[in-house]
């Protein structure tokens, strides 16, 4: 054995010995502390014997954990992934008892409900323990993460000395909110990154660029993450729309529909996407080619092995019960934190202000722990088998955001959290066997505001009704949110099924579909097979087209027209071509540049809506009125929500030249891939005429 080995060696077995001292104290200060937990027989015994006692159980209870574990949470693969988190501690527990058993003094034994708390409270010291241990002996570190890279690259071909890449998505993080975070010192990370001088010390060299891009009419991730990987957001209208020629709403955070963009979009380009080289795909909707997927949308709703190894992601880290556990107990104290901060709102009346009761405490602290727990885990153990391409979604800030106010203090604070796992990706890339370029964008930004129906007292849907001679209801139902985490929730409790109170297809032929997406809403009419016309609405609805155009709180409507192929109407009478809108912007005017050209490919989609209609907005303070429930959206045209960002390393290309603009999911499509090709990088398919066309 060599020099080397024999430190490591040796080194291992100190630690070893460290944590299972650790844990042999934790164990004795609990059954000091616990009433149901003890350590020696009711006659009472020696210390020396409790001690042993304790010392055999803390070793019995660690080589259980380190063998059965990892078997348990794979029989039990089939369980929903939710449902594993909260095992987790029944089954921790139901080790310790088992160790308690197994210990030859026999004299120790504890009530089921305390064993869970021994096992969860042992199982996080010694995670901490010999973590730290580690970490404080470098070598040793480095050495067990080359391992791990090992275990996880076993089998597959020798990783390459070229440079990976690593994109983090903040979903829902706008330019500007980065810019701000970074001046006010809540992302240190990002800050360091563009050389932003500390309070203390001398300034930073800067090893990244910030970028702004401008993002499609549809400012959602369904149609930026589509166009991001795949190439391609073509007929990609809303966050959610009416079908005519299949009758069905298509959803971009439905299982189902998201594969079936999927598809549309690699049949229209004609290759796989941004990963098909040696990629991987962390908590997506969309797959874009990766041969390694797990939280990806796009194939939870396939057969079983497949959904299965979509949720393989959470099952990799609750393997680990010391994760599971603080993961566990993280959520819960996000949880409290939102009771408490929607409280505070509640009690000083803060206006815009949403219902944030019932469930969603829940889903926000998935979002923003469970999510960001399990998907960073993934990243950094793609990096550590070193994977070529990284593609990974956080979407703790768009769901925050939605209902606390994109510029809230709360919101501010998940920021905070997002810039440490951005520390956490850089620190692991100093150990993987090959370097690593990290690439942080946003797929859409939020724009603040309070809702339609807190402002007018009635929904989009409510004012459709009334314009086409309907009775209104006399309380509108609610819509519901479209957060991306809403849709992770359901796919990771196996039940990737359309949100409550959305209709697959619509009961009433007659009756107008009307949907909203952020502050961009949908109208169509189902029993009319073709996109109707300006004409024919009037025809049929003389009254339905004013009302809306002519409403404060519409900023414009987008028609075909059978006179000039397609119109937008404003307030007043207010009625521009779209070929014209260029040279006379009328309603657009006030959603600055690039609308036209949002509005104009948007009128050009198989699937556009019979009306297409955009909230007001005021430039003034970028507010707009939100058709959802939520008082942070994006979907539409208007502020912040379309104003993302791209943070790339100095080491790439600039995205664009001096004097052009990003624009589109598709141009940073291309700016990607040409990325994935410089320094000998990953050969992803040449692009398509079209694509060169475009360029």
Known sequence: MGAGRWRRAVGQAGRSVAVWGVSTVTMLVLAGILPDFRLQSPDGDSATTIAVTAAVGAGVFGLLSALVWPLLVRLLLLVPALVLGLLVFFLNGSLLLLALRLNPSGQSEAAPETAVIVAAVMSAVASATGGALAVRDDD??????????????????????????????????????????????????????????????????????????????????????????????HDVPAFRWYEKDTREVMVCNRPTSAAELQRRAVERTGDGGLLSADGASRGNLFG????????????????????????????????????????????????????????????RKERPRVARGGLYPFVRAFATVVERDVVVAAVTGDMLAGRSAVYADLVAYDEVAHHSGPLGRDAEQVLTRLDRALALVENVAEHTPRPYRIVVLSDHGQSPGETFRSRYGLTLADLVRAGCGLPVPRRAERTRSGAEARAAVRAALRRPVEEGGEQHRPSRRSEPVVLASGNLGLVSFPDVPHRMSKEEIDARH??????????????????????????????????????????????LAAFGPGAAEAVRRTHSFPHAADIMVNSFHDPADGEVLAFEEQIGSHGGLGGAQAKPFLLSPLSLSAPVTDGEDLTGAEHVHRVLRRWLRESDGPQVPLRTVREERAA
């Open 542 to 587: 003389p009254a339905l087209l004013s009302t809306l155009a002519n409403h404060p709180g519409i900023g414009f409507l987008l028609v075909r027209s059978e006179e000039h192929g397609g119109v937008v109407l404003g307030a007043y009478g207010a009625q521009i071509p779209v070929d014209r809108l260029d040279e006379e912007p009328g309603p």
């Open 140 to 233: 040793a570190y480095r050495h067990r993460l080359y391992r791990l890279a090992d275990r996880r690259r076993r089998g597959g071909p020798a990783c390459p000395a070229t440079p990976g890449t690593v994109f983090l998505q903040l979903d829902g993080v706008g330019h500007d909110v980065l810019l701000t975070a970074v001046g006010k010192g809540l992302m240190p990370t990002a800050a360091r990154w563009l050389g932003h001088s500390p309070r203390q010390g001398p300034p930073a060299r800067p090893t990244h660029r910030l970028t702004p891009w401008r993002t499609d009419w549809s400012s959602q991730t369904g149609a930026s993450q589509l166009g991001i990987l795949h190439g391609s957001n």
């Open 288 to 347: 874009g080619g990766a041969g390694e997927q797990a939280l990806v949308l796009s194939i939870a709703a396939r057969r079983r092995s497949r959904a299965t190894r979509s949720r393989a992601g959470y099952f990799a880290y609750f393997s680990d019960p010391a994760n599971a556990v603080r993961t566990a107990l993280s959520f819960v104290a996000d949880v409290a934190r939102e009771i408490g901060q929607s409280t505070r709102a509640r009690l």
